[in-house]
């Protein structure tokens, strides 16, 4: 994408096609044929990224530069805290999978031709905890027995939500990749540690302020010890987080003892 957003946000550069029938066929191809004309890549300065071939069980899309994929997930209206996906068992493996892709989640005003909203969520961020089993299907479904899953897009930290497109405006792409560069040490973190790490990032989030104590992340003790029972040290493991993320660069420690700061 060049310098010239007059046309970031429009769906409108392609019609649908006669091939595709239903509502769901054209709106992807829509979806689809936007970022292919539009998107750019996060990870790298690449700013093209190629649709993979169609049926590609993996993703959507893989930049020819850095090799980084990514699915793509659009739908009406503002983008729900909870996402439809796949397989159950698919989901399983490709969270296991060293290429599950990224994911781009659109929102879009088919009526006016319009893109409201676009984030991408990095790899990095998927873990077990976001994804929830559906029911199975019934016996008298046309694929009975057939379990589903869903994306808890409401429970990755604000972190790993990160705007391109936001109420229609776009957000520079020094901007993206910078905040996609801030959490790439989570890539380095396996997925049982990397889930405290996430977890306590939400906890700093659910403060709303840039600046925090010590005492203020205490204050999600509650939650943090719902979501690990197992654990009776929630404290001291909030503790050695927050080191993590200093350590790291997604904090930094505050001009007074106890104090913190996001660095972002």
């Not at 990755?156 to 229609?168: E, M, N, T």
Request: aromatic fraction near 8%; charge should be positive; charged fraction near 20%.
């Amino acid at each position: 994408m060049g310098d010239d957003t007059s046309s970031w946000c429009s769906l409108g550069f392609a019609e649908p096609s006669a091939v595709y029938r239903s509502g769901t066929q054209q709106a992807r191809h829509l979806t689809e044929g936007w970022m292919a004309e539009h998107g750019f890549c996060p990870a790298c300065p690449a700013d093209r990224l190629p649709p993979l071939p169609n049926n590609t069980r993996v993703g959507d899309f893989r930049c020819a530069d850095c090799g980084e994929e990514y699915e793509l997930k659009a739908g009406k209206g503002p983008i729900a805290g909870v996402l439809p996906a796949g397989a159950w068992g698919a989901m399983q493996q490709r969270l296991a999978a060293a290429n599950n892709p990224s994911l781009f989640v659109m929102g879009y005003d088919r009526a006016a031709h319009r893109v409201c909203d676009l984030i991408v969520v990095p790899r990095h961020f998927f873990i077990g905890a976001i994804i929830r089993p559906r029911p199975p299907l019934g016996p008298n479904a046309r694929r009975a027995g057939w379990q589903g899953c869903t994306i808890r897009l409401k429970d990755v930290p604000a972190a790993g939500r990160i705007p391109l497109i936001r109420a229609g405006v776009p957000v520079p792409q020094a901007e993206v990749r910078a905040r996609w560069r801030s959490t790439l040490f989570l890539r380095e973190t396996a997925a049982p540690a990397r889930g405290w790490l996430l977890a306590v990032m939400k906890a700093v989030e659910a403060v709303g302020r840039d600046a925090f104590t010590l005492e203020d992340v205490y204050a999600q003790e509650a939650t943090l010890a719902a979501l690990y029972p197992g654990n009776r040290n929630v404290r001291p493991k909030i503790r050695q987080q927050l080191q993590v993320l200093r350590d790291r660069g997604w904090l930094a420690f505050g001009e007074r003892r106890g104090t913190y700061r996001l660095t972002l």
